[in-house]
């Protein structure tokens, strides 16, 4: 099948369907209008398409939760049944296909401040799931736009805001249970160039309000830029430029904004020159007698330390100007979380692609064997910003090179981050582990370790009275599951229970991104 997409570019609107049971030309066709609507598309479902399937699911399924939250299920770890009338209009094929665009997540997953519901990015299904947070009772899905990756709750829990990826737009949700509008979509925003008729809001990822809930960030990945928003008026009112490539992470503690670019880069390049400028360090190779075709190609990489490399950008939440940018702390960075004080933490990978980089000039030539099967190192940066300048440092999740973790002990592409109220533990995803692990803040000793569904890219945590981490919920995106795990200390973590979610996506197909994202046969 495919997308199909018709727009009204007077009231800024796109309906979106799903084509099914189409003969071989046919398919092929739908593919190429995928896309042709995919390369036009700059908008989703206006606020009345959305509410409605999602108002008549969401307004009696929460009807039917109340008895679910009543079952005494949370010790037994059965699966409440609560009595929700069928009445979702979007009813999907399950013999269908389904379009699948692996859209990149950032806190794909959020509780309510009181820890009472629990709010997960269905990417696969365009759908937000809704659970009772302490049972895992399923209470109603909440029809959203295409390829939802990111949720944030208002800090004072009226409010649910979810990112949807190719929609370019975000759904607001009323999370208020008083209001006869409970869990239906009230708003939609998005902006579009009145003179293009083109987006000004693709791709978004990450979310996160100030502390007061009058203002909003939203990152623009593909445009680095993050939008400001009036959260009363649903409305873009600025925009801050993010100096380095993708934006997809961000978090906002006290009067700090706090984001970090996906592919910021390590400085490396193609170590091509003019002649005169050979220097055999940064320079290695005339550019200009290299053939087109690339047939004897002797490229090297080196690192250039005048090569921008910003990584962490660092914003006054008053006024939104800019008051730091560091440089040079990883090459991927996956998730940030943050401390009052101004500790920043960041989930995030190096790339080692300059330690085979003498592949063309050197003597001997280096290979894939310098790299000893470590192209990234896994690890957390530290960013401490509590003084008039923010100094870094790195937590190394695994033996460095030429030594390598134990079968089954590497921690693989952290992505999901969050730490403790009490700031001593950070819950970290390995998202090519399939692991929770938890680190100490301070030290950067790995605490302990669980194992979870496929590919997990987000984690809420739930602290104690005294802070210490009481209660997680990952979501595994590969698997398209929840795993609830509850904590006897940091260091003993046990899954009490799995969620599953509703799933369009061929089985065949999830076991191919399962194995793809796997680094279980590797050593990083």
Known sequence: GSLCAQKSVFNSDIRWCRMYHLPEPAMRLSHLLLSLSMALMFGCASDKEEAGPAGEDGASGETGADTADTADTADTGSMPTPDLPDVDVFTADRNAGHPGFASPHSNPIAVLPDYSRLYVANTQADTVDVFNAQTGAPLTRIHVGIDPVSIAVRPDGLEVW????????????????????????????????????????????????????????????????????????????????????????????????????????????????????IDGDLCTFNWEDQNPQGEGYDSDITRHPDIPDRDLFVFNTDDDTAVATVSSIGTLLYGITATASG??????????????????????????????????????????????????????????????????????????????????????????????????????????????????????????????PEKAWVYNAVENTVSMVAFDSPAEMTVTRTLELEDPTDSQVKIGRAMFNNARASTT
């Open 162 to 277: 979810v990112s949807n990826h190719v929609s370019d737009t975000v759904s607001v949700i009323d999370a208020d249970p008083a209001s006869p509008t409970h869990h239906l979509v009230i708003a939609t925003i998005q902006e579009v160039d009145a003179e293009s008729r083109s987006t000004r809001f693709d791709e978004p990822v990450g979310i996160a309000f100030t502390g007061d809930s009058q203002k909003a960030y939203v990152a623009l990945s593909s445009e680095d830029k993050i939008a400001v928003i009036d959260v009363p008026s649903h409305q873009v009112i600025d925009r801050l430029n993010i100096r380095s490539q993708d934006p997809r992470a961000l978090t906002v503690v006290g009067n700090r904004l706090y984001v970090v670019a996906f592919e910021s880069g390590n400085q490396t390049q193609v170590s091509g020159c003019l002649s005169e400028d």
């Open 343 to 468: 500790k920043v933490f960041i989930a995030m990978t190096e790339a080692r692609n300059q330690v085979n980089g003498r592949a063309g000039t050197g003597d001997p030539k280096h290979s894939l064997l310098e790299l000893e099967n470590r192209a990234f190192l896994n690890q957390v940066g530290v960013v401490d910003c509590t003084a008039d300048e923010c100094e870094k440092s790195i937590f190394e999740l695994e033996p460095l090179p030429p030594e390598h973790p134990e079968t089954e002990e590497e921690l693989a592409i952290p992505f999901g981050i969050q730490i403790s109220d009490d700031e001593t533990t950070l819950a970290i995803t390995a998202a090519g582990s399939n692991t929770l692990f938890t680190l100490d803040a301070q030290t950067g000793s790995v605490l302990g370790r669980v194992d979870v569904g496929w590919t997990p890219r987000g984690v809420a945590l739930q602290s104690d009275a005294d802070g210490k």
